[in-house]
């Protein structure tokens, strides 16, 4: 009888538990004339739009050439709160396309964001992230 109990309350609690899993994001190729972008960046945005925090354990650019780009600055590794953001960029590095990555961990891993070529203030040019 013991037995019995103590296996329905863990089959309860299991139950109760929400099950982690990953996700991979993506946007682009994202362009902007290399005339229009000397100075200029790409800039990938996320956004937690789910009800609890996510962990961003991969944020990646890379260009149309297949080439891993070197980030500049980075805001998005590990824990990202509900209805919070963070941003990883670089520096435009010649007449490329370029694409933003994202894997985000979590039980509710409900993402936005954006790829945005950015030069001189303005935004160029913009995609949406995709599941």
């Known amino acids: 009888m013991t037995k019995r109990i103590l296996l329905t309350a863990l089959i309860t609690l299991i139950s109760f538990a929400g099950v982690t899993h990953a996700d991979i994001f993506a946007a682009g190729p994202v362009y902007g004339s290399f005339a229009e972008l000397s100075g200029g960046q790409i800039t990938c945005r996320v956004f937690n739009a ?3 925090p996510v962990t961003i ?3 990646q650019i890379w260009t149309n ?8 600055s980075n805001t998005c590794l590990g824990s990202l709160n509900s209805i919070q953001s ?3 960029s670089a520096p435009i590095t010649g007449n490329l396309a ?3 990555r994202v ?3 979590g039980t509710d891993t409900n993402i936005t964001g954006v790829a945005e070529i950015q ?3 303005n935004i160029l040019n913009a995609l949406p ?3």
């Open 119 to 121: 030069a001189g203030g």
């Open 57 to 59: 354990n991969l944020t």
């Open 65 to 72: 050439t297949g080439v891993l780009v070197t980030l500049a």
């Open 129 to 131: 992230l995709q599941k």
């Open 86 to 88: 963070c941003a990883f």
């Open 98 to 100: 370029y694409s933003c």
């Open 103 to 105: 894997n985000a961990q």
């Open 50 to 52: 789910g009800l609890t």
